[in-house]
């Protein structure tokens, strides 16, 4: 399964890749957002950045890698503290890196009149994850047990995917620069051997999109020729 995966996302790649050089409209978003995680049950911070080349006015194709960090400690046990007793927590950071080809439908024709354009974005991709695993060392006041400090560090890999729900918006009819707001949720169970770390949520995002070349919705009008002597 893994190795049906892998030809079908090189593949993908490899298409994509031709529809970016060759597309006369693209487009680049910068994101900033939050995710939640399913198994640490928290939420993360995340950071994507997406390329996209036009098919026509309604279908775009492109490349979404990004960076999502989650942080969280849970008390493992408790110390003396002076006259009183301190918590001893042990801190966990996972850094999920996917990366995503992406099939984006968009709805122009809201945007002639109201500058906002709607879309929907299905994504398929690959995750690793840097998962790290830190304890001090302490002697707990209960017990009385010495615990020896811990430093883990694994790697995690999976199948990812994620569905978005999102608008730009135009300042105005002068402006190249839009500003974009969506909703989605990811899939992402990344697996090292028998362990799984489940990383799906639902997720939410903001930033802005600058286009490059020519939009294709634009290439119906056809500019005269002029030869200078």
Same mark, same amino acid.
């Given at each position: 399964m893994k190795n049906v995966i892998s030809i079908i996302i090189v593949i993908s @790649? /490899? $298409?994509i890749n031709t529809s970016l $050089? +060759? #597309?006369a409209g693209r487009t680049f978003d910068g994101k900033i957002? *939050? #995710?939640y995680a399913t198994d640490p049950e928290k939420f993360g911070l995340q950071l994507n950045f997406a390329y996209f080349a036009d098919l026509d006015p309604y279908f775009v194709a492109g490349i979404e890698p990004g960076i999502y960090w989650i942080k969280w400690d849970r008390k493992v046990g408790t110390r003396p503290q002076g006259e009183y007793t301190a918590d001893v927590k042990a801190d966990t950071n996972a850094y999920l890196f996917p990366i995503l080809l992406d099939a984006q439908i968009r709805l122009p024709n809201l945007k002639k009149k109201t500058f906002v354009l709607p879309y929907f974005t299905i994504g398929l991709g690959y995750s690793l994850m840097i !998962? %790290? !695993?830190e304890q001090p060392t302490y002697t707990d006041s209960v017990t009385g047990v010495t615990v020896i400090a811990e430093? +883990? *560090?694994k790697f995690y890999s999976g199948f990812t995917w994620h569905f978005l729900a999102g608008a730009t918006v135009k300042p105005g009819s002068e402006s190249s620069i839009e500003f974009l707001a969506e909703l989605g949720y990811r899939g992402a169970k990344l697996k090292k051997g028998n362990l799984e770390v489940d990383m799906s949520? @639902?997720?939410l995002n903001i930033g802005v999109r600058y286009p490059f070349g020519k939009s294709? /919705?634009? %290439? %119906? $009008?056809i500019e005269p020729t002029i030869y200078v002597e």
């Open positions: @790649f /490899s $298409v $050089v +060759k #597309a957002g *939050t #995710a !998962y %790290n !695993y430093d +883990k *560090t949520g @639902f997720l294709r /919705s634009r %290439n %119906n $009008v």
